[in-house]
């Protein structure tokens, strides 16, 4: 029987994100009001992503692993790893726009830049996050900057705000 050795996850160093004063005010009011720790924050945000579009990533990762010649466990090794993957055989796969292609990059103003440390995530989470690096030809910057946008956008309203107005207005229903 093969021993598994235990497996911790990756710290992805994140120096910095963008994230306009919008995005910024809610990042900092779900830390500050709904408990969630500022250094863990994006760590949360970049979880519920994948854990919403893992399995995009993880179809189109297969697809571009055909088009470079590669078998799946090796394209997955190599990203796991950080090694360079094969060229395409013949062109990048015509694949769906990714969920984020409808999110633009916030813009890049010091007034937007937000400072960070470290991104802890799962050693599988790490691979879709280079396979989103490819398809959204983008930086982790860009990655983690537009996944807030789309974090907000998705569950601010019907997640976050209304904790919030639950615990201000001190009511356990509200009315609309």
């Known amino acids: 029987m093969m021993k598994l050795e235990p497996v911790m996850g ?3 160093r994140l ?11 809610k990042f900092v009011s779900a830390c500050d009001r709904l408990g969630w720790a500022q250094k863990s924050f994006l760590q949360q945000i970049a979880h519920s992503y994948f854990g919403k579009h893992g399995s995009y ?13 590669m078998a799946e466990s090796e ?24 969920p984020l292609a409808r ?9 937007n830049r937000r400072r960070y440390n470290v991104v802890s995530i799962s050693d599988y989470y790490y691979v879709l996050l280079q396979v989103a690096l490819i398809v959204d030809r983008c930086t ?3 990655f983690f900057s537009r996944v807030v946008v789309w974090h907000f956008s998705t569950y601010w309203e019907r997640s976050y ?14 009315e609309d």
């Not at 990533?57 to 010649?69: H, P, S």
């Not at 997955?76 to 015509?94: A, I, N, T, W």
């Not at 999110?103 to 007034?111: C, G, R």
């Open 140 to 142: 982790l910057i860009e």
């Open 15 to 25: 120096s910095y994100f963008y994230a306009d004063s919008d995005n910024w005010e």
């Open 161 to 174: 705000q209304p904790q919030i107005d639950h615990a201000e207005k001190c009511l356990f229903v509200l």
């Open 75 to 98: 394209y997955y090794q190599s990203l796991s790893e950080g090694k360079d993957l094969l060229s395409y055989k013949s062109q990048r796969p015509d694949i769906e726009p990714s």
């Open 103 to 111: 999110i633009p990059d916030p813009e890049t103003t010091a007034n």
């Open 57 to 69: 990533y993880a179809n189109t990762a297969v697809l571009d692993a055909e088009a470079r010649g």
């Open 10 to 12: 990756v710290n992805v």
